[in-house]
């Protein structure tokens, strides 16, 4: 079976804080032939962890890269990786993915009213800006 994971599904496994539902999630990831993990589902993730859950960034990246290290996982590996770039640069995981779908669109440089999340993406390399 092919499947979508949900952001709860997700919590679950990774958060065990209800066990009967956490051994549900882990018996429907580990039996899918392919796991399809969304971007809004990633995004979604990181922010129910880091703001519901109050667990750390760096935790939350560390849970996301043995999540994304599945053998059944699939998602846009390049979009995630960008996202735990800014996680782990201490921005937003959100940020870090929609620069990079910006980018791969074609737009050149990405502005936000978020001065962390432009200064951290003016320092990998790329073309940020607050409004003018």
Known sequence: MRITADTNLLV?????????????????????????????????????LERGYGIEGSDVSKALRG????????????????GLAMLEAGGDFADGVIAFEGYWLGAETFVSFDRKAVRLIAAQGRSARLPA
């Not at 990774?14 to 392919?34: K, P, R």
């Not at 999540?67 to 960008?82: F, W």
């Open 12 to 48: 679950r496994v990774l958060v065990g804080d209800d066990l009967d539902q956490a051994e549900a999630a882990q018996a429907e990831l580990s039996a899918a032939e392919l796991v399809a993990l969304p971007l809004a589902a990633l995004c979604e993730l990181v922010w129910v």
């Open 67 to 82: 999540l994304l290290n599945g053998a059944n996982i699939e998602t846009n590996r390049p979009a995630a990786e960008a």
